[in-house]
């Protein structure tokens, strides 16, 4: 019975049973993918309010490499009188040991750097000279911290005084500042931490305080517990008008040395020896420092002039001992040769001033002051030879002039005179060609 | 002393403003953060238009302002490598570090040009992102202006609505704008022009201009004078109509080429405060274009 209606309905009513089945599957299929559209198109719309970039442009937002890798590759030809074994006049030597003469290669610096995560960043640079490989610097620093205070930790340049957080390569001229060589041996670096407060005002203020392992000159690796040094350092700074730009800092730095030792000649009347001086005390310097910077229009790339000096005063108070191994020495086994107390001032003022773009001339002046040693000559000359030259009362003093040509921001060659006066009965004229070569990522420079 | 110096800080931080504080690398910047937030914003810009913005020193008085500021706007693409990372670190302010809220790059939000194929420096001063110097497209401000609003209404919620108005009356205002200044440029279309340095691309892109050359052989290096006496000839093959600099670009190089070329100088105003009609983003581009349709 059913069959038949089926069957009376013939051929005609089957074809539009499959047509309408046909067409349902055709809408349902075309609502389907309309779903999937819509599916595709939420997922992808983020990304479509950013217009398509082609290329590499995507991956360097972060503004270069990630590390950012740095090397800096330096050297030079120096020409002057071999002082090998000298040490500058009046000072305690810090173990500073000069430029060597003729062609030699610097100390080429590995700079590796980049953010760790939000909160932190990091850097290392290494010195690399044959057969070491120096940590100048290797620490972190909070980025996260907020309220104008950041954190760094690990070992860094000191930020006492202006250009001893600088690197060699930042330098305006082929060596450190006469009195940076006699206090710090160069730069006064720490193993530590340093905390800086940037105040809320228009005027820049910061404060800076560290605490550090006080291992470098002037004071010595002690084995404690607790900090060996501990520096303060305050800035201020703004711009005049739209072409001028200054800064202004004082620092002090207090560490402690025990049997600091430096070579000195004795008092041996068969012939004198090199004994070790031995100095056990309170080290403390005290750094004002003062930058001006000029460019037109606030535009350094064709001119632009630099002021920058420094004054330092150095404190000493502490016991004056020698030591020898020599049978005839009368610092055989140690000897204890009093108080000494010495308080010695000096500085250095250059300028550097660009002309037109790529060249750059600058003076530089250095001076020292004999400053004041108070000890008991009859016990300390007893063993040690009053000639040395840290019992002198001589007034070192260097000129230095300097012209660099920069063909792009990372190459620059270097020629430099320089009358240096800094050993007593000694005038040393000397002639530095140099050379200095940024690769890579290389990071900005600060003020 | 100790108290004094307190006291001195305290009076020194006192003054509150109510403002939104923006520190904007680039006078556009601050321009267009003043268009979109009006008086409850207070712009400062970082640079000013006779600044080449490659070349800044890392000021205290830039880590004083951004100590403070609230949002830093930049244009980003490696355009503040130089500068603006130790100022950004140095200035202990956390909501303003990259990453976070209150850092904004504008080059991200557009397309940019001469991406290059090879990151070598043998070619010059490359930017691995692309030509940072956007701002002299404005259909490239517009695609700023909406993403720059937003972020305005994200670090200050109370006034989001104000930001998005405002940023919908200047869309309205700078897109009746753009129709106006493409009519006044259609001439243009095709016009050969030499470049100092790779500044005016978005420029010569939106209106059809073509660069027949430039003075810096390389981006960054110098231009000397081999370089510039191939340009010479360059420039008469080419039939170049007009020499432009920014007014930070040194005259020299241009004056060399413009007296032996007999093809005129010209100084855009590259940024607001280029030059006297350029004293908003409107006047920017109303004096470009009179510039450039004074070629002869």
């Known amino acids: ?48 309010s950013q217009p398509a970039q082609s290329g590499a442009g995507a991956a360097h937002a972060a503004g270069g490499f990630n590390p950012e890798i740095s090397l800096i590759l330096q050297g030079q030809y120096r020409r002057g009188r071999d002082t090998s074994g000298r040490a500058i006049a009046g000072y305690w030597p810090g173990g500073a040991e000069g430029a060597g003469r003729g062609l030699t290669l610097d100390e080429s610096e590995l700079v590796v750097s980049a953010n760790i995560d939000p909160y932190y960043r990091g850097l290392l640079n290494v010195a690399l000279k044959d057969g070491q490989a120096e940590v100048e610097e290797a620490w972190f620093q909070t980025l996260g911290l907020g309220n104008g205070f950041t954190l760094k930790g690990g070992r860094f340049l000191s930020g006492i005084g202006y250009q001893n957080e600088q690197h060699p390569h930042a330098w305006d001229f082929a060596d450190a500042p006469l009195m940076a060589q006699a206090l710090f041996g160069g730069a006064y670096g720490q193993d530590g931490l340093q905390l800086k407060w940037v105040a809320p005002t228009d005027l820049f203020m910061e404060l800076g305080a560290e605490l550090g392992r006080g291992a470098g000159f002037p004071g010595t690796d002690r084995n404690r517990n607790s900090a060996g040094a501990s520096a ?41 020896n090199e004994v070790a001086g031995l100095f056990t005390g309170r080290s403390r310097t005290l750094v004002a420092d003062f930058v001006w910077k000029w460019a037109p229009e606030g535009n350094p790339k064709e001119r632009n002039f630099k002021f920058q000096t420094e004054l330092f005063r150095r404190s000493e108070s502490g016991d004056l001992a020698c030591a020898s191994g020599v049978a005839t020495s009368p610092c055989l086994g140690g000897l204890a040769l009093g108080d000494l107390r010495s308080r010695q001032t000096g500085g250095y003022a250059q300028a ?74 000694l005038s040393d004229n000397q002639v530095t060609l140099q050379y200095i070569m940024s690769l890579g990522a290389h990071g900005a420079h600060k003020f | ?52 913005p490659h070349r800044i020193e890392a000021r205290p008085s830039l880590i004083a302002r951004a100590r403070s500021a609230q949002l830093v706007a930049c244009t980003g693409a490696d355009l503040e490598a130089g500068w603006l990372p130790p100022v950004l670190r140095e200035s202990g302010n956390a909501a303003v570090q990259p990453g976070r809220p209150g850092y904004f790059e504008a080059a991200q939000f557009v397309v940019r040009l001469e991406i290059p194929l090879k990151l070598d420096r043998a070619e010059g001063d490359v930017h691995a992102a692309g030509n940072p110097h956007i701002q002299l497209d404005p259909r490239n401000l517009l695609a700023v202006a909406g993403p720059l609003a937003k972020r305005l209404g994200e670090l200050d919620a109370a006034n989001a609505a104000h930001y998005a108005a405002r940023q919908q009356a200047f869309a309205e205002r700078m897109r009746a704008a753009i129709a106006r200044w493409e009519k006044e440029a259609a001439p243009l279309r095709g016009m050969r022009v030499i470049a100092q340095h790779k500044s005016f691309s978005y420029l010569f892109h939106w209106l059809g201009l073509v660069e027949a050359g430039t003075l810096e052989p390389k981006p960054g290096i110098e231009p000397g004078s081999a370089h510039l006496a191939q340009l010479l000839t360059q420039a008469k093959a080419q039939q170049a109509r007009l020499i432009v600099r920014t007014p930070y670009d040194s005259p020299r190089p241009g004056e060399w080429l413009a007296e032996r070329s007999g093809i005129p100088l010209a100084t855009l105003p590259f940024t607001v405060g280029g030059s006297e009609r350029a004293q908003d983003l409107f006047g920017l581009f109303d004096d470009t274009l009179a510039k450039l349709k004074g070629a002869p």
Request: hydrophobic share 45%.
């Open chain 1, 1 to 48: 019975m059913l069959a038949l209606p089926a069957a009376a309905a013939g051929d005609e009513d089957l074809k539009a049973l499959r047509e309408e089945i046909a067409q349902m599957k055709k809408s349902y299929e075309q609502r389907i993918e309309a779903l999937e559209q819509r599916l595709a198109a939420a997922d992808t719309a983020p990304a479509k």
């Open chain 1, 232 to 272: 303060l350092f305050a800035h201020v700074g703004d711009d005049v008008g739209r072409s001028h730009a200054w800064r202004a800092g004082l620092s002090w730095l207090s560490t402690r040395a025990k049997d600091r030792e430096a070579p000195f000649a004795d008092t041996d009347a068969a012939g004198p």
């Open chain 1, 352 to 425: 550097v001033w660009q002309f037109m773009p790529q060249w750059r001339v600058g003076y530089r002046y250095d001076w020292l002051n004999a400053g004041s040693k108070r000890y008991d000559p009859a016990s300390v000359f007893a063993a040690l030879d009053p000639a040395n030259a840290y019992f002198s009362g001589y007034r070192p003093q260097r000129h230095s002039i300097m012209a660099d040509w920069s063909q792009s921001e990372f190459s620059r060659l270097r020629l430099q005179f320089a009358r240096d006066r800094s050993m007593q009965g």
């Open chain 2, 1 to 52: 002393m100790k108290r004094f110096v307190l006291l001195f800080l305290l009076a020194a931080a006192l003054p509150v403003r109510a403002e939104l504080r923006v520190f904007a690398c680039e006078p556009e910047w601050a321009a267009l953060a003043k268009e979109l937030g009006g008086d409850k914003v207070s712009a400062y810009s970082a640079t000013h238009a006779l600044q080449d």
